[in-house]
Nanobody, 117 residues
Framework: QAQVVESGGGLVQTGGSLRLSCVASGSMRGINAMGWYRQAAGKQRELVARITSGGSINYADSVKGRFTISRDKNTVYLQMNSLKPEDTALYYC?????????????WGQGTQVTVSS
């Protein structure tokens, strides 16, 4: 069983920056991929950025050039610069974990990011 805990959300003005962190812990063989998703009010959850164990990275078109995902062992970060009001959402961390005989996805509880205009 693994646990995923996010931190770093908050309220920021347009153009500001925030850094989100997510730590995965528990009994696991390894982590295949880690990523950040977000869900704005009234909208579906969407991928923001994802990084695999091999270092491959994907970004949503809406955040390219502004957000940077990075990873250090079992911790993944999302550096968010030039924030816009449309970035306001609940941000979730997702980890795909290797449990020896299977893989399983785990979600964090979410951290709120609010960008004021």
């Amino acid at each position: 069983q693994a646990q995923v805990v996010e931190s770093g959300g908050g309220l920021v003005q347009t153009g500001g920056s925030l850094r989100l962190s997510c730590v995965a812990s528990g009994s696991m063989r390894g982590i295949n991929a880690m990523g950040w998703y977000r869900q704005a009010a009234g909208k579906q959850r969407e991928l923001v950025a994802r990084i695999t164990s091999g270092g491959s990275i994907n970004y949503a078109d809406s955040v390219k050039g502004r957000f940077t995902i990075s990873r250090d062992k079992n911790t993944v970060y999302l550096q968010m610069n030039s924030l816009k009001p449309e970035d306001t959402a609940l941000y979730y961390c997702y980890c795909n974990v290797d449990l020896w005989t299977t893989t399983r996805g785990y979600w964090g509880q979410g951290t709120q990011v609010t960008v004021s205009s």
